[in-house]
């Protein structure tokens, strides 16, 4: 049985996209094989393990969908994640879809009505659960490949415009170079790689006020 397993990384940041990834795996010995290669939640590995099981992962099937700032200014996060799952699910038709969803357990049985409205026919088996990259060889693997694409278009980033850290609205580093360079950020390359609707943003926006 084939299965689709999505994860994402990157959700909460101030600066930078969220990366969805999409593994694909044709069978039981494909499974099995990402077991004993030794996947795992990605959070869980540390950055250089993660880059090494990444090059092994890319032989399987898999795909991204890079959702930037301005598009998450623009729409709920929740339902670009569903656009994304829906991407992915075309590309591969699964027969079955593992999704590390972004909802608490209340509101899974609504976000699965949602996504079968824009699966492709034949709708796949769907399962939706909270920590599925904890749980799901095929999760564990799109944790790991989302989260190193994801840290290398960071790299980039920090290539060109300096070390803001993380990205991330707790550190003090990334909070700290955005109030300094809140005055001409926006008048740069690097102000669309900021989500400006974020809380840290707006606090910036009232005290520049």
């Known amino acids: 049985m084939s299965v689709l397993g999505i994860d994402e990384a990157g959700r909460g940041p101030v600066i ?6 999409g593994v694909f795996v044709q069978n039981h010995q494909e499974s099995r094989w990402l077991e004993l290669l030794g996947v ?3 959070k869980k590995i540390v950055p250089k393990k993660r880059e090494e ?9 898999h795909a991204f969908v890079v959702i930037e700032p301005g ?3 623009s729409c709920n996060i929740n339902e670009l994640e569903i656009k994304g ?32 409205r824009l699966l492709p026919e ?12 904890a749980k799901y060889p095929s999760c564990m693997a799109a944790s790991i490949l989302a989260k190193v694409e994801r840290d290398r278009r960071i790299a980039l980033l920090r290539e060109r415009f300096g070390d803001f850290g993380s990205g991330y609205p ?10 300094r360079f809140y005055e001409i950020f926006l ?13 840290t943003m707006k606090r910036l926006q009232m005290a520049g006020s």
């Open 16 to 21: 930078g996209p969220m990366v969805m990834a």
């Open 187 to 199: 008048r740069t390359g690097f102000g669309e790689h900021v989500r400006k609707k974020w809380g």
């Open 122 to 133: 034949p709708i796949p088996h769907l399962i939706l659960e909270n920590k599925a990259d």
């Open 71 to 73: 598009a998450i200014d």
């Open 85 to 116: 799952v829906s991407e992915l699910a075309s590309q591969f038709l699964p027969q079955t879809l593992i999704w590390d969803a972004p909802v608490a357990p209340p509101g899974l049985g609504r976000l699965a009505l949602r996504v079968r």
């Open 40 to 42: 795992n939640d990605s």
């Open 53 to 61: 099981l990444a090059v092994s992962l890319q032989k399987l099937r």
């Open 170 to 179: 707790s550190d003090p580093k990334t909070a700290e170079f955005l109030r």
